[in-house]
């Protein structure tokens, strides 16, 4: 029977997934420039395949991220996430199984194109906002 992979794989996966989306690195591109093949990068962003210390270092400094943003709220032990939140697996899993579509990179790529901070923080209360008032309802 297979094993699942380690939470803390899977995030630090997915992570790698996110920041190479957004940079707009393909699979293939990463598999290149770090020697390995496309499915092995599909592997590494599964959680399936763990990704060793030396090549998460390869492959911040091609995302253009420190190796801590990996791990930014990725799961502890104690039911905690690294950024002291706690964890609500069911929503978690979810919430990275959809996360990321096109319009998410089109909306995450405009809004890093904002410089005022406060513009910015009015954004956000005003998707949150409207995020309250239409909440999922599992339909699409």
């Keep these: 029977m297979k094993k699942a992979p380690d ?3 899977r995030h630090v996966g997915h992570r790698v997934r996110v920041r190479r989306l957004l940079v707009g690195v393909s699979q293939e591109k990463l598999g290149d420039a770090l020697g390995v093949t496309f499915q092995q990068i599909q592997k590494y962003e599964k ?3 763990r990704i060793s210390a030396s090549r998460l270092r390869q492959i911040a ?5 420190p190796v ?4 930014e ?6 039911g905690t996430r690294s950024d002291d939140l706690p964890v609500e697996p069911a929503s978690d899993t979810a919430a990275l199984d959809v996360f990321w579509t096109s319009q ?4 995450v790529r405009a809004f890093q194109r904002i410089n005022d901070n406060q513009l910015r923080r009015r954004i956000i209360s005003l998707v949150e906002a409207i995020g ?8 699409g």
Excluded: E
């Excluded at 801590?68 to 791990?71: G, H, K, R, V």
């Excluded at 998410?104 to 909306?107: R, Y």
């Excluded at 309250?132 to 339909?139: F, T």
């Design 7 to 9: 939470p803390v794989d």
């Design 47 to 49: 959680g399936t395949n």
């Design 61 to 65: 400094d091609m995302l253009g991220v």
């Design 68 to 71: 801590s943003f990996f791990y």
């Design 73 to 78: 709220g990725a799961p502890r032990q104690d």
């Design 104 to 107: 998410d990179l089109q909306l």
């Design 132 to 139: 309250a008032a239409n909440p999922v309802d599992g339909a």
